[in-house]
């Protein structure tokens, strides 16, 4: 079963609007990472936020996680249609190998013009 | 600066055969990484290395085999393709462990298996 699990599994809203999208992960965790991939692309890393941070700002970007509810969210202010894509948070378990990253299965995310 | 490539792009298999998909980064970073995305599923990590000369394994590693010959190369390896690895493959690297930094990813491989 996967680590990191992401709600809404689709979102579609209007270019202005912010977009809010959730993650639950099931395990202690040394940090969480966003990860936003286009359609048929790689990944792009967007934010990392480590276990002792509560709220993160990148941009038009805000993250806060929340580890007594083992939560984070991702929120994206004033939308483009250019956000178009999926979004995926990643764990870093504590207990596990620090070097290994899992993954959501993600929020596909339409923003229209 | 490329930062992550990986070739081919696209490839299709019969069932049986084998190939290698290559993954290069001149970021000079220690860690590679390979990933599968299977539709609508996050990436499932199938090996990595965390230098030259090392590999280990993934949650998926099964049908799979990897090298670590150069630094700034990852090479991932199936010796007899199945249905079940028609995927698209990622390969990422990072300078340190997941625990301190993002990582870079490629644009990934698409290959199906008949």
């Known amino acids: 079963s996967q680590q990191g699990e992401e709600d809404p599994q689709a979102l579609s809203i209007q270019e202005g609007e912010n977009a809010t999208m959730n993650c639950s992960y099931k395990?202690?965790?040394?940090?969480l990472q966003w990860y936003r991939q286009n359609s048929g692309r790689g990944l792009v890393h967007l934010i990392l936020i480590r276990s002792n941070e509560r709220e993160k700002h990148s941009g038009r970007l805000r993250v806060t996680l929340d580890t007594s509810k083992k939560s984070s969210s991702l929120l994206i202010t004033a939308s483009r249609a250019a956000d178009t894509a999926s979004y995926f948070c990643a764990t870093i378990i504590s207990s596990g190998s620090a070097r290994q990253l899992t993954f959501g299965s993600g929020t596909q995310l339409t923003v229209l013009p | 600066n490329a930062g992550v490539t990986q070739t081919p792009k696209f490839r299709v298999l019969k069932t049986g055969q084998s190939m290698t998909l290559l993954c290069a980064q001149d970021?000079?970073?220690?860690?590679m990484y390979w990933y599968r995305q299977d539709p609508g599923m996050g990436l499932r990590l199938i090996h990595y290395?965390?230098?030259?000369?090392?590999?280990a394994k993934g949650e998926v590693p099964d049908g799979y085999n990897v090298s670590r010959l150069k630094k700034q190369n990852f090479l991932l390896g199936l010796e007899s393709a199945a249905p079940s690895q028609t995927s698209v493959y990622f390969c990422?690297?990072?300078?340190?462990?997941?625990?301190?930094?993002?990582?870079?990813f490629g644009p990934g491989t698409r290959l199906t298996v008949l």
């Open positions: 990422a690297s990072s300078l340190l462990g997941a625990s301190y930094n993002e990582q870079f």
């Open positions: 970021m000079n970073h220690e860690y």
């Open positions: 290395s965390v230098g030259e000369g090392t590999t």
């Open positions: 395990t202690s965790i040394n940090n």
